[in-house]
């Protein structure tokens, strides 16, 4: 979540919601679908990040070899 998710969210392809239950290969991204619930559990995340200091990342990891 680069972009902090939060300006163009329904065009944000790095959020991604599953339903484990139904769907545990993750083959459906409901993101999308069910922008309550990603708003919810964003907002909920955004807070724990805010409670804990933790940062959100701005740029890809470097060492990362894909």
Do not use: V, W
Not at 11 to 29: F, V
Not at 40 to 55: D, P, R, Y
């Amino acid at each position: 979540m680069l972009d902090g998710g939060r300006d163009k969210l329904t065009q944000n392809n790095s959020i991604e919601l599953y339903n484990l239950k139904d769907d545990l290969s993750e083959t459906k991204n409901l993101a999308n679908f069910n922008p309550a619930k990603r708003d919810e559990l964003l907002k909920e995340l955004f807070k724990i990040m805010e409670g804990t200091g933790a940062k959100m990342p701005d740029q890809k990891n470097p060492l990362y070899k894909k």
